[in-house]
């Protein structure tokens, strides 16, 4: 372990201290030390701690993975309003985290999350965490897809059914911002950033992360007067989350789906769309203020798994809008079909300045297990255009994004295709240095 290294982690250890000598059971050092003081005590500033491939090919994923049924079972509940033990659910909680990033590492995994075992989905979750909004049952999660689904219709009434939104265990009900925004998740935020470096104790920041949706995956607005009012006031919420985060030692990484959905399902011109991403790109970029980009990922995906896809804009066309992010690495969908050839993107589009991709190997759509050889040649056509420090080896997206009793790739695979994964990038590797 580095000395910079080595810094950041007794910084980490001595705000959890302090924690525990006032009384309290926390190892979160909310309000101990800002992101700025932790930079600047361990130097993360100038700390290239994002995970890179510099002696050989890295592996991670993208976070969410299914949740087991006892846990499911307690989540179901809750949201039905029927009683349900604390004890029971933080230590079935407790299981899963455990669990699960076990499995990761145990797979061969470099970079390993908590599987999101504790949210409901990758946004339903926000709904505990930021105050000023309301449900309202009865909206369309799924209607920015229309144009898919409308041309597809015989297999989307199939497929989401069961799928999706359609297989939740607790179902998502749109939110609609009523009043002032604010950030109101401190204690499950906690208890949640506990459970994880429980599970990883011996993990540096740059082996562990932790997903939280992007600004514009939150809710809609009634209550400020503009769009961009609106976006301001999430990002300022969600900069709590972000840099807390960052602050217990772990890599942020913000899901974003919804600025790839506005190329390949946005009205108007092009530059109306240019328009509309950018203003999600700033709520990312006012959301990340004072966090060092080297401890931020970006990930990007289409929102529909298995299905035609047929209206997925091609990572061409928001390349240099993702570029515009400060994050220091960036995830998105290059195994599955539509969406191999992205690699041909990086023979004219040239990384910033230390970054680092993190392109997906593996597919979240399929449940065949890709063969090691694949993998590595999908890693190495990056490697060779982008630099292969610059490469790290992923999965398209997430294995569950929503908390669901039937995960469209069975959890069974899901490890199988991890030790897949874990393989390839070795022979990869074996090519490659």
């Not at 999706?164 to 935020?189: D, K």
Request: aromatic share 8%.
């Amino acid at each position: 372990m580095s000395a910079q290294r080595r810094a950041f982690r007794e910084t980490w250890v001595r705000t959890r201290s302090r924690g525990r000598d006032s009384g309290s059971s926390s190892t979160f050092p909310i309000l101990v030390c800002s992101v700025s003081q932790l930079g600047r005590a361990a130097g993360l500033a100038s700390l290239g701690i994002m995970l890179r491939s510099t002696d050989r090919i890295r592996t991670t994923h993208v976070g969410s993975l299914a949740r087991p049924p006892a846990l499911l079972d307690l989540m179901q509940a809750a949201a039905q309003g029927r009683p349900v033990d604390p004890g029971e659910l933080a230590e079935a909680e407790r299981r899963a985290v455990t669990d699960v990033v076990a499995r990761q590492r145990a797979a061969g995994l470099d970079m390993v999350s908590d599987g999101e075992q504790t949210k409901t989905g990758f946004y339903a979750y926000i709904g505990q965490r930021l105050g000023g909004f309301e449900p309202r049952a009865g909206g369309d999660p799924l209607a920015g897809f229309r144009p898919e689904i409308d041309s597809f219709p015989e297999y989307y009434e199939q497929y989401l059914k069961v799928a999706m939104t359609g297989g939740m265990a607790v179902p998502v009900v749109p939110l609609r911002c009523t009043g002032p925004v604010a950030y109101i998740g401190h204690e499950r935020l906690r208890r949640d950033l506990d459970l994880l470096r429980s599970a990883a104790p011996d993990l540096d920041a740059d082996q562990v992360f932790v997903c939280a949706v992007a600004p514009s995956g939150v809710g809609g607005n009634e209550y400020y007067p503009s769009q961009a009012d609106y976006l301001s006031a999430v990002a300022d919420a969600l900069h709590v989350e972000y840099a807390a985060i960052v602050e217990a030692g772990f890599t942020l990484q913000i899901d974003d789906p919804f600025l790839t959905d506005v190329f390949s399902y946005g009205t108007g011109s092009a530059e109306s769309k240019l328009a509309v991403a950018r203003t999600y790109v700033d709520a990312i970029n006012r959301s990340l203020r004072g966090i060092p980009r080297n401890r931020v990922r970006l990930h990007t995906c289409y929102g529909i798994n298995e299905g035609p896809r047929v209206h997925d804009a091609p990572l061409a066309d928001l390349i240099e809008t993702l570029f515009t992010i400060e994050a220091g690495a960036f995830s998105f969908e290059a195994a599955n079909p539509r969406h191999e050839h992205a690699y041909r993107v990086f023979e004219t589009v040239k990384l910033p300045p230390d970054t680092v991709l993190m392109p997906g190997v593996i597919s979240h759509a399929t449940n065949i297990v890709e063969h090691p050889e694949v993998i590595a040649d999908r890693i190495v056509r990056f490697a060779e255009r982008a630099g292969r420090e610059n490469v790290v080896a992923s999965a398209d997206c997430g294995f569950s994004s929503q908390a669901t009793y039937t995960p469209e790739i069975h959890p069974t695979i899901v490890w199988a295709k991890f030790e897949a994964l874990a393989e390839g990038a070795r022979l990869a590797t074996a090519r490659l240095w």
